[in-house]
């Protein structure tokens, strides 16, 4: 049930030039690129993304009340666009998704328990 809508609420937000855009990403995953288009991804990806977490905030509390749902383009449920390429063979800088985590209320990091 709650699966379900929030699959109805993300594909309310996330909508073809969404994917269109991670689409570019893919094709063109360098720095120089991305800059020249951040103003595509803060209308295609971030805004949607922000909106959608905004919206199933009240849905996530039906679930629980220890899990948030901050929209916020820093510090919030948001991921950054920018991978860790540290220790990776993959050197693109980007990713090609939006990732999205309701972290538990106690935990203040990326591995805190969440969804």
């Given amino acids: 049930m709650y699966i379900y809508v929030a699959f109805i609420v993300l594909v309310k937000f996330m ?4 994917i ?7 094709d063109n995953n360098n720095r120089e690129w991305f800059n020249e288009h951040k103003a595509e991804y803060e209308q295609d990806v971030r805004e ?3 909106a959608f977490i ?3 905030q009240s849905e996530l509390e039906k679930i629980s009340p220890h899990f948030n ?10 991921m950054r666009p920018y991978r860790d390429t540290r220790f990776s063979k993959d050197k693109t800088p980007f990713k090609t998704n939006v990732g999205i985590q309701f972290r538990h209320s106690v935990g203040k990091d990326v591995h805190a328990p969440g969804f």
């Fill in 69 to 78: 749902a901050i929209a916020k383009k820093v510090g919030g449920s948001l």
């Fill in 48 to 50: 949607p993304a922000l």
């Fill in 15 to 18: 909508n073809k030039s969404t």
């Fill in 20 to 26: 269109l855009f991670l689409k570019k990403v893919s």
């Fill in 54 to 56: 905004e919206a199933f």
